[in-house]
C-alpha cells in the first residue's frame, strides 16, 4: 500500500500538472482596455471598454474588489458561433448632477479581470488595468484661411480641477471634424486640415473636437467650432 504522505504527494502533484496544462491552453483577449472618456466641454464623464479575441461565448469583468460589473452570453446562433469584438459606452452623466467623486468610486482604480469561455469550451483570459489620471482638456483655436484650416491646441500636462491628483503622461492627441479623423504624437500642437475635405465642407459652422490621450488611455475632449464661407 502506498504510504498516505505519498499518495497526497502524487495528488498534489496531479493537481499542479492538470492547472499548468489549463493555464497553458487558456487563451487570451487580444485587446482589453477599460478607460475613462471626459468631455471638458459638456463636462460629463463616462468609462468605456474595448475587448476582442477570437470565438468567445461568453464573458464576465471583474473588479478590483471581486465584484462582477459586465456579464454577457451569446445565445443560439451566437454561441454557436462565438463573438469576436465588444465595445461599449457606459452612461456619461454630467457632472454637474453626479458628483465625480461618487462616479469614480463606482470604478475604482486596479485591475479588471475578465474572464470568458470559447466556443471550443476553452477559458479565454485578460486584465485591463484602470487609472484615474484623467488629462485636461486642451485649449483649443481654429484657422480658416482662403483654402485651408488649422486647428491648433496647447500642450497638456495636468489634470482638470476638482479631479484625482495624478501624473498625467499624453500619449498623443486625437483630432476630429466628422468624419475626417487623425491621430497624432504627443509632441504635436497643430493639425492642417486636407485641402480636399474644407472643400468640401458647406458654408456654414463645423464641429471639431481635440482629445488629449493619457498614457493610462484614458482621454478627454474639448470641442470647438470654425466657420467657412
Same mark, same amino acid.
Given at each position: 500500500m502506498r504510504h498516505p504522505r505519498a499518495l497526497h504527494a502524487a495528488v498534489l502533484?496531479?493537481?499542479? +500538472? +492538470?492547472?499548468?496544462?489549463?493555464?497553458?491552453?487558456?487563451?487570451?483577449?487580444?485587446?482589453? %482596455?477599460? #478607460?475613462? !472618456? #471626459?468631455?471638458?466641454?459638456?463636462?460629463?464623464?463616462g468609462f468605456h471598454v474595448s475587448i476582442d479575441g477570437e470565438d468567445w461565448k461568453s464573458l464576465r469583468i471583474v473588479n478590483p474588489a471581486g465584484v462582477t460589473v459586465f456579464d454577457v452570453a451569446g445565445r443560439a446562433a451566437y454561441a454557436e458561433l462565438g463573438l469576436t469584438e465588444l465595445f461599449f459606452e457606459g452612461a456619461e452623466p454630467s457632472l454637474d448632477d @453626479?458628483?465625480?467623486? &461618487?462616479?469614480?468610486? %463606482? @470604478?475604482p482604480e486596479g485591475r479588471y479581470n475578465i474572464v470568458g469561455q470559447t466556443v471550443g469550451g476553452r477559458s479565454i483570459t485578460a486584465t485591463a488595468t484602470l487609472s484615474h489620471a484623467v488629462p485636461e482638456g486642451p485649449a483649443v483655436s481654429a484657422e480658416v484661411g482662403d483654402d485651408d484650416v488649422v486647428i491648433r491646441w496647447q500642450p497638456v500636462s495636468s489634470v482638470?480641477?476638482? @479631479?484625482?491628483? %495624478?501624473?498625467? &503622461?499624453?500619449?498623443? #492627441?486625437q483630432v476630429l471634424v466628422d468624419p475626417f479623423a487623425?491621430?497624432?504624437? +504627443?509632441?504635436?500642437? &497643430?493639425?492642417?486640415l486636407? !485641402? !480636399?475635405f474644407v472643400e468640401s465642407l458647406a458654408p456654414g459652422d463645423h464641429p471639431f473636437e481635440v482629445l488629449a490621450i493619457d498614457a493610462?488611455?484614458?482621454?478627454?475632449?474639448? !470641442?470647438?467650432? @470654425?466657420?467657412? %464661407?
Open positions: 502533484a496531479g493537481l499542479i +500538472a +492538470a492547472g499548468s496544462a489549463a493555464a497553458a491552453h487558456a487563451a487570451k483577449f487580444s485587446i482589453a %482596455r477599460i #478607460y475613462i !472618456e #471626459y468631455n471638458s466641454s459638456a463636462n460629463d464623464l @453626479f458628483p465625480l467623486q &461618487q462616479l469614480l468610486s %463606482r @470604478f482638470p480641477d476638482g @479631479f484625482p491628483n %495624478r501624473r498625467i &503622461q499624453i500619449a498623443g #492627441y487623425v491621430t497624432l504624437p +504627443a509632441s504635436a500642437t &497643430q493639425v492642417t486636407p !485641402e !480636399e493610462s488611455g484614458n482621454q478627454t475632449i474639448t !470641442e470647438g467650432t @470654425f466657420t467657412t %464661407r
